[in-house]
């Protein structure tokens, strides 16, 4: 009799629970608001648990529309949150707006600098882990030369990425977008380097272009489609169609023809 009666327990718990919605992402102090229909016995409501970090809420949820407090919690901002709404057979609820759980650009630079070819920078106020892009302002443009995840969590981080300087000065800075779009920009930091101007062999070549030392570099055709791009003393041109093409290195921006 007891071997039957938990069988029929099995039965009814797995005829009632159907799935899981999970989301999980960083508090940003906005709660979730979730579409319920009813369920399909027409009994009651589609949603019957929903848990915030493996804990129960005590949100009233049996209606067609109802709001998951996370404020009750008590996270920080940029804490991470993993909510799990579990629902009956038959029907599905709609969560109408995950990406208030997006991590966001909202950090403030403290300190930055360039010391020993690295770029080092100070932060607080993340809102989530997103990753930072180093950019430095190379022919008239900026120019990503790295990235550093960020660590999104509450406090003071502190990161650093190795640069490649060029001759002349050099400016930098980190920024951060988000899923909106958003932009968020360090200061620029201004370092001058004490070092000879790279040069170009020849600016006619069939086989090989040839610097006095390794630099940054970027090919394009007369299109403006980027052909190469790279990190090097030497580049090979032999597969390339003749004509002229656009390059960029060191700090200039000029012409070569392929023979």
Known sequence: ???????????????????????NGSYQGDNLYVQNPYAESGVGFCVFEVMVNGRTTTDEINSNSFEIDLSVFRFAI???VHVLIKFKEGCEPVVINPE??????????????????????????????????????????????????????????QYSLPVRMHSG????????????????????????????????????VENNLVFSEPTL???????????????????SVQGLERGEYYLNFDNRMSVFTKQ
């Open 169 to 204: 000065e050099n400016r930098f800075r980190v920024r951060q977008s988000d899923h909106n779009r958003k932009r968020q920009l360090s200061p620029e930091v201004v370092v001058a380097k004490n070092k000879p101007e790279v040069s170009l062999a020849s600016m006619k």
């Open 217 to 235: 570099y970027e090919i394009y055709d007369i299109y403006g489609r980027i052909v190469f791009k790279g990190y090097d003393d030497t580049i």
């Open 78 to 80: 940029g804490e991470s």
């Open 1 to 23: 009799m007891r071997f039957l009666w938990i069988f029929l327990f099995c039965i009814l718990t797995s005829s009632v629970f159907a799935g899981e919605i999970e989301i």
């Open 100 to 157: 208030v759980l997006a991590p966001r650009a909202s950090f403030k630079t403290i300190d930055i600098a360039v010391k020993n070819d690295q770029i080092i920078w100070k932060t607080n106020h993340e809102a989530g882990s997103l990753p930072y892009i180093v950019e430095q302002y190379r022919w008239n443009k900026w120019v990503q030369v790295g990235e550093v995840a960020g660590k999104g969590v509450p406090g003071t981080h």
